[in-house]
């Protein structure tokens, strides 16, 4: 039986003093997510707060980040508007991945089997060149392999290798760029 009124944040690491989270919620709910702010300040504002993002890196306006102190962006990565990274845990993508409009990436879960619902987090790592389409969602533990593709509105909650497509009938492997569709077959033979 669940027992919510023992729950406690035991164990789990915001990263940052009070301050600098209720500052950044500030600048969030502000600035950061509206439309008029250009996508150039909206990179210079995660830096700001600790967030490593490369270079030519677009994030569209809506975009919400938990943590900017637990944000790792390689280059030339596009999040799309309204994507959530429900970053508890870090969030890593690499180089040339498309997080696509109201994708979610949520590091936080719970753990069911205990009275006290304590948290039950994990990282998760999104390979260069993948693509996270709209309305996806990536949960805690999961890497998502180099050039990818998690399918619009699909859950994903296990590793995904590289090359692979994940849809909501299942896994299979994609193509490489120049690659015939026989030869991704053969691959996986």
């Known amino acids: 039986m669940r027992d919510l009124r023992t729950f406690t944040l035991s164990g789990y690491d915001k990263g940052r003093g009070i301050v600098a989270q209720a500052l950044w919620f500030c600048v969030m709910n502000t600035l950061f997510m509206a439309w008029f702010c250009p996508a150039r300040l909206r990179v210079a504002l995660l830096r700001a707060f600790g967030a490593r993002i490369g270079e030519g890196v677009l994030i569209r306006h809506r975009v919400r980040v938990l943590w900017p102190w637990k944000l790792s962006v390689g280059d030339h990565t596009w999040i799309g508007e309204g994507a959530w990274l429900l970053n508890l845990e ?69 590793d995904l290798p590289d090359l692979t497509l994940h849809t909501a009938d299942g896994t299979r492997p994609l193509e490489e760029p120049g690659q015939t569709p026989s030869a991704a077959k053969e691959r996986t033979r």
């Open 90 to 158: 870090p969030v890593t993508i690499g180089s040339h991945v498309c997080v696509s409009q109201e994708a979610l990436l949520c590091t936080g879960s719970h753990d069911h089997r205990t009275t006290d619902f304590r948290y039950r987090n994990a990282p998760i790592t999104v390979a260069d060149g993948a693509w996270i389409a709209t309305r996806a969602t990536v949960l805690a533990g999961v890497t998502v392999g180099r050039h990818a593709v998690v399918s619009a509105g699909t859950v994903l909650a296990r």
